[in-house]
């Protein structure tokens, strides 16, 4: 059957895809984006699918809390990347529970899914990535040790998830989703890029898979990873005047010393060449979709000069910020 999603409280009808139920297996690229305004909720949302790989895209505003009721039949495997808000997922078929908060992510195989979606803020964004069975293990038994263990079970039948707890959405995942979403391409074009994408996607969540196992020094703590979040996640909130050392530490509660070593523990990055590519990857989306100028970005993101802000997007990407615009 068709993707079904469901309100709890009445049962009525929220959302369907009829395209769910033919395998997305299509040698072309298929695409369809839309606005929907329903009694829940004004929402956005995409998807591209291909040769028994799709993408799918989705935010919302909520106009309060809700559960929906979720149900498809087919047999995928799902990445899951929660980019905004916090949902729980429970999955009745599986007899799972995954809570995931905003910026986490994670891998599931389950052969057709029943349950909830709790959507506990009003604001969600969720990016996901599904391969149907054959394409996963075509793709994946030939990669590091995690997913070939992984496709082991898939192979088996048996319904799983990757880690536990879900896994933080390090920049380069958080880079490869948005160039996704701002794919400048067409046609045949599109549908090869889309797929290197896919690829990539699933290689960058093996390696964070990975890097997650590796002991801590710093970040040892749940409290200690949740404070680090809080600074990334403030140092984001703040791009074009980032506080310094100090003051990060002082808003996110910790010492300077555990701020800097949590900090590369935890996102493989300091703390400022986090934010300065995280200010270059944002320019570079809003240059691809002629937002804005480079000299309105050099301005917003806080560069003392356009030449300063041109000579670090060159430097990062290997050509200027007007080219993207041309």
Same mark, same amino acid.
């Given at each position: 059957?068709?993707?079904?999603?469901?309100?709890?409280?009445?049962?009525?009808?929220?959302?369907?895809?009829?395209?769910?139920?033919?395998?997305?297996?299509?040698?072309?690229?298929?695409?369809?984006?839309?606005?929907?305004?329903?009694? +829940?909720?004004?929402?956005?949302?995409?998807?591209?699918?291909?040769?028994?790989?799709?993408?799918?895209?989705?935010?919302?505003?909520?106009?309060?809390?809700?559960?929906?009721?979720?149900?498809?039949?087919?047999?995928?495997?799902?990445?899951?990347?929660?980019?905004?808000?916090?949902?729980?997922?429970?999955?009745?078929?599986?007899?799972?529970?995954?809570?995931?908060?905003?910026?986490?992510?994670?891998?599931?195989?389950?052969?057709?899914?029943?349950?909830?979606?709790?959507?506990?803020?009003?604001?969600?964004?969720?990016?996901?990535?599904?391969?149907?069975?054959?394409?996963?293990?075509?793709?994946?038994?030939?990669?590091?040790?995690?997913?070939?263990?992984?496709?082991?079970?898939?192979?088996?039948?048996?319904?799983?998830?990757?880690?536990?707890?879900?896994?933080?959405?390090?920049?380069?995942?958080?880079?490869?989703?948005?160039?996704?979403?701002?794919?400048?391409?067409?046609?045949?074009?599109?549908?090869?890029?889309?797929?290197?994408?896919?690829?990539?996607?699933?290689?960058?969540?093996?390696?964070?898979?990975?890097?997650?196992?590796?002991?801590?020094?710093?970040?040892?703590?749940?409290?200690?990873?949740?404070?680090?979040?809080?600074?990334?996640?403030?140092?984001?909130?703040?791009?074009?005047?980032?506080?310094?050392?100090?003051?990060?530490?002082?808003?996110?509660?910790?010492?300077?010393?555990?701020?800097?070593?949590?900090?590369?523990?935890?996102?493989?990055?300091? +703390?400022?060449?986090?934010?300065?590519?995280?200010?270059?990857?944002?320019?570079?989306?809003?240059?691809?979709?002629?937002?804005?100028?480079?000299?309105?970005?050099?301005?917003?993101?806080?560069?003392?000069?356009?030449?300063?802000?041109?000579?670090?997007?060159?430097?990062?990407?290997?050509?200027?910020?007007?080219?993207?615009?041309?």
């Amino acid at each position: 059957m068709p993707l079904q999603v469901r309100h709890q409280g009445d049962q009525s009808l929220i959302h369907r895809n009829d395209y769910v139920a033919d395998d997305f297996h299509t040698p072309d690229l298929v695409e369809q984006a839309r606005e929907l305004d329903l009694p +829940v909720g004004k929402g956005y949302m995409a998807h591209w699918y291909f040769e028994g790989i799709r993408m799918a895209y989705s935010r919302w505003h909520y106009r309060e809390p809700f559960t929906a009721e979720w149900r498809a039949d087919l047999e995928v495997v799902h990445l899951h990347f929660n980019l905004r808000g916090r949902v729980l997922i429970e999955n009745r078929r599986a007899n799972t529970v995954v809570h995931l908060a905003g910026y986490r992510h994670n891998l599931f195989y389950y052969p057709g899914f029943e349950g909830t979606m709790r959507n506990e803020e009003l604001e969600s964004e969720t990016f996901i990535l599904q391969f149907t069975k054959p394409a996963f293990l075509a793709l994946a038994q030939q990669a590091n040790e995690p997913l070939r263990r992984f496709c082991a079970a898939v192979l088996e039948g048996e319904q799983l998830q990757l880690s536990a707890p879900s896994l933080h959405l390090n920049l380069a995942l958080h880079t490869a989703i948005r160039e996704v979403l701002n794919c400048r391409f067409a046609g045949p074009l599109k549908k090869l890029f889309l797929y290197s994408k896919a690829l990539e996607i699933l290689v960058l969540q093996a390696d964070a898979f990975e890097q997650a196992q590796a002991p801590r020094r710093y970040a040892r703590t749940d409290y200690d990873q949740e404070r680090l979040l809080f600074a990334r996640d403030y140092l984001i909130q703040h791009l074009a005047l980032p506080p310094s050392l100090p003051e990060l530490a002082r808003v996110a509660g910790l010492n300077e010393f555990k701020l800097k070593k949590g900090f590369k523990e935890l996102f493989g990055q300091t +703390v400022f060449g986090y934010l300065s590519d995280y200010r270059l990857a944002d320019a570079k989306a809003q240059l691809q979709n002629r937002q804005k100028t480079a000299s309105e970005l050099a301005f917003e993101l806080g560069y003392s000069s356009v030449q300063h802000f041109s000579a670090a997007f060159k430097k990062k990407f290997g050509l200027s910020p007007t080219s993207l615009r041309q």
